[in-house]
């Protein structure tokens, strides 16, 4: 008796998902063809700026670092300094933009680190006594 309950219930849900994924395809379809306004909506450009804080310096940052268009060398090369390993003041995988160390307020520090460590795309490293996880493009490795 519950199993069939169960599949009844499937069988309800189904339905009702099927209905709207086909209105919202079907909504979508028209916007798309009812005017180039959506359109150009959606190929608008728009600025992408980046805030951040050094909790190592106590430096701070803020870069457009694209119009939406291109980039912008100047900014670029702005944050690849603040990027840069502070304590040999020299390039590493962070001065290219290949590596954060990072933490994100309101996420706990052990499931930032579980994400990272699931996309098998680079190194990890985990502190959790200074409250940081590196994540980095490099070879898959953790520490």
Not at 60 to 88: V, W
Request: hydrophobic share 35%; glycine share 10%.
């Amino acid at each position: 008796m519950i199993l069939l309950g169960t599949i009844e219930h499937m069988e309800k849900i189904d339905n009702y998902r099927r209905k709207w994924l086909t209105l919202g395809g079907v909504a979508l379809g028209f916007s798309l063809l009812s005017s180039n306004k959506a359109l150009a909506t959606l190929s608008t450009p728009t600025p992408r700026t980046l805030k951040l804080n050094n909790i190592h310096t106590g430096e701070s940052i803020k870069a457009e670092f694209s119009n939406g268009i291109g980039y912008n060398k100047e900014e670029l090369t702005r944050l690849n300094y603040f990027f840069r390993d502070f304590r040999q003041n020299e390039n590493s995988l962070h001065k290219v933009g290949k590596a954060a160390d990072l933490r994100i307020e309101g996420i706990s520090l052990n499931h930032i680190r579980q994400a990272a460590l699931r996309m098998r795309a680079g190194g990890v490293g985990y502190y959790p006594k200074s409250n940081f996880l590196h994540i980095d493009t490099g070879r898959v490795r953790t520490w």
